[in-house]
């Protein structure tokens, strides 16, 4: 539940007025707040957990309430990481001189011996929907079930999971990707989340998978850009 409230607040009670919304951060139904100023008025935005919940004084008002529609997003003025790496052809490159390394790696070559030949490929799509690129492993190539699907009974070890991302990180700079603090920060929260989930899929036992949204990835903080 998403709550709107309106207040016109006296300049000498402002400080006031801020000070008890900063309080929300510590109500336990609160998923996140917002507060924006005008002249002399404020519209603060809650999103809460499930129902609204009363507000304490000064924050009693007449509120507003919304449900989410699930449209949300960036703007154009920050750029997906997708466009930040360097697009498909930037991941085609890294995964192709990847796969090239796995077939010499004692501990990698067993797991990919006999792979498709087009798997550099499907995986560079993969990532490139996942970092906010065009929609192609969902439209051409089975969407998350099928990349499941492709780790299942795999039994993925611990030793290859993390050869698998030492690898990749060590590829990463032979190809040139972008190695400034917010976008590795990124791109290594998804391989340690990404990886830790083939591993986990891959373990005997694991029922097929089901029809799931892709996962999308976003920055932990917005890449510096000059002025
Ligand atoms: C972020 C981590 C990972 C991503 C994004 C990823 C992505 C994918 C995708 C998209 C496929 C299916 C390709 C297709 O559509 O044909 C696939 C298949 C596969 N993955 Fe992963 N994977 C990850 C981690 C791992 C790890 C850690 C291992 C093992 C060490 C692994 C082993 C395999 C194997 C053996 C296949 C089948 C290859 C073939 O024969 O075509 N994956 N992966």
Known sequence: MIEHVHYRV??????????????????????EYELTRGDDEYILRIVW??????????????ARHFRATGIAGRGAAIPTLYEWLGGTE?????????????????????????MDPRHPK????????VFGGPARYSADHGGHRH????????AITEEQRQRWIALLL???????????PEFRAAF???????????RILSQPGMDAPREEPMPKWDWPLPPWQPE
């Open 170 to 180: 060590d590829t990463a700079d032979q190809v040139g990707l972008p190695d400034d």
């Open 147 to 154: 990349m499941v699907g492709r780790h299942l009974g795999r």
């Open 188 to 198: 290594v929260g998804y391989l340690e989340w990404g990886t830790r989930m083939a």
């Open 49 to 62: 957990k499930s129902a609204a919940n009363p507000l304490p004084e000064p924050l009693n008002a007449e």
């Open 90 to 114: 930037a991941l085609e490159k890294l995964f192709d001189a990847f796969y090239t390394r796995v077939r010499d790696d004692d501990v990698l070559e067993p797991v990919f011996r006999g």
């Open 10 to 31: 006296p300049a000498e009670r402002a400080a006031e007025f801020e000070e008890a919304c900063q309080r929300l951060s510590t109500e336990p139904e609160c998923v």
């Open 122 to 129: 499907h995986v560079a799509a993969w990532l490139a929907e």
